[in-house]
């Protein structure tokens, strides 16, 4: 994962793009892994921890009936993530995830390790969401939710610059 960290933060600063993120279930460990790399003050914006549904609506403007209409872990609300960071904040790459790390939470129609990570670039209105499943313990579900994250970031910036 450090390498492609790495990379990201490397084709950001070279090309003076700038990341925000907001984060549920990863908790902040994406925002973590970027700035750890030197030189990510130059691309980080703004990082977000919006763990509570209330932190959501406050923060992101998620309405509170899109998140009980169709839960805090699902495609419409990641995208609406993405949303409120672009309402609020500047940049080139917005980056938004909510998920169950369990290891409660989960019920047959979203298990444990149901994760959405959404992407919007250059405030396009074409926001990407991929779902994803992941296994294992909390943190393992937190960490490979965190690494494809990052290695999605560098593959869609460097599909467009």
């Known amino acids: 994962m450090e390498n492609f960290t790495k990379r990201l933060i490397s084709h950001c600063i070279d090309r ?3 990341i925000s993120i907001a984060e549920s279930c990863t908790g902040g460990m994406i925002v973590s892994k970027l700035i750890s790399i030197p030189g990510a003050s130059r691309v980080i914006d703004c990082g ?3 763990y509570s549904n209330l932190s959501k609506e406050l923060f992101l403007n998620v309405p509170k009936n899109s998140i009980h209409k169709h839960g805090a872990v699902s495609h419409q609300v990641a995208e609406l993530m ?8 500047k940049s080139d790459l917005y980056i938004s995830i909510t998920g169950i790390a369990g ?36 943190f393992n579900i937190r960490l490979n939710a965190t ?12 599909s467009f610059i």
Do not use: A, M
């Open 16 to 18: 003076k793009l700038s």
């Open 103 to 138: 290891p409660n939470g989960g019920s047959k129609k979203k298990p444990i390790g149901t994760v959405y990570h959404s992407f919007s670039v250059f405030n396009d209105k074409k926001i990407i969401t991929i779902k994803k499943k992941y296994t294992g313990s909390r």
């Open 147 to 158: 690494i494809f994250t990052i290695k999605q970031s560098y593959k869609i910036l460097y």
């Open 48 to 50: 977000l921890t919006t």
């Open 82 to 89: 993405v949303k409120g960071l672009r309402n609020k904040i």
